[in-house]
């Protein structure tokens, strides 16, 4: 079965500081990843989406990137982390070939300081 | 910006009743779909429906889905304490599987 893992649960970083959130999926081959993000009492908003390794696309301006290193690992990143970046973070997946469903991880709450 | 809208925000009911709520989205769709989320956790997959679907069943859930007046909604038949949580819509627009979610239905069950 498949399994996707995000770490860390909980972060607290200050302004300014870099960013560095991982994703990992178990079980599957070139999965379609996503990462969403959360804000107090809201709905998800997609941040990016990659179809395969090296492949990103942005769905929204801002402070974050994010990168397939491998084909089953999605990362977040910032080099200088603002207070708006606060929020949930949520990592998702879906089969290639035409599955609709999206799986997601555990999720990673991140405060900025 | 966020395609669904989720009504009500806010749902309280007693265990064994019946819980309804309703999404409403702004363009075509290819499916929509309902997650729920625990507090502070991640979400978990309920139910799928395809745009040409009007009906679709899963245990206790209930899923309506009418692409002329662009909405959908949730019923969940026997409440229990244990389906306390929100409920959140999002639909997928395109081949990339891309989904827009609402703002969600807070829901409590209170035994």
């Known amino acids: 079965s498949q399994t996707i893992h995000q770490w860390p649960a909980t972060l607290v970083q200050p302004v300014g500081s870099p960013l560095s959130l991982e994703c990992t999926v178990e079980?599957?081959?070139?999965?379609?990843l996503y990462w969403y993000r959360q804000a107090a009492g809201r709905g998800l908003q997609l941040l990016f989406y990659?179809?395969?390794?090296?492949?990103i696309s942005s769905e929204v301006p801002q402070n974050l990137s994010a990168s397939r290193p491998q084909d089953r690992q999605f990362i977040l990143s910032s080099k200088k982390l603002l207070l708006s970046d606060s929020g949930f973070y949520l990592c998702?997946?879906?089969?290639?070939?035409?599955?609709?469903?999206?799986?997601f991880g555990p999720g990673t709450r991140l405060l900025v300081l | 910006s966020q395609q669904g809208e989720e009504d009500p925000q806010a749902l309280s009911i007693q265990e064994g009743e019946n819980a309804t709520m309703n999404c409403s989205y702004k363009?075509?769709?290819?499916?929509l779909q309902w997650y729920r989320q625990n507090s502070g956790r991640g979400l978990v997959h309920l139910i799928l429906?395809?745009?040409?679907?009007r009906e679709k069943h899963s245990g206790r859930l209930r899923v309506t889905l009418d692409t002329s007046k662009k909405s959908s909604s949730l019923l969940i038949t026997a409440s229990r304490a244990a389906d306390t949580a929100s409920y959140f819509c999002?639909?997928?627009?395109?081949?990339?599987?891309?989904?827009?979610f609402g703002a969600g239905t807070q829901v409590v069950v209170t035994p």
């Open positions: 998702a997946w879906r089969a290639s070939g035409g599955s609709e469903t999206q799986y």
């Open positions: 079980g599957t081959s070139n999965p379609n």
């Open positions: 990659s179809v395969g390794i090296g492949q």
């Open positions: 363009t075509s769709i290819n499916n």
């Open positions: 429906i395809r745009s040409n679907e």
């Open positions: 999002a639909t997928a627009f395109d081949s990339w599987g891309k989904l827009q």
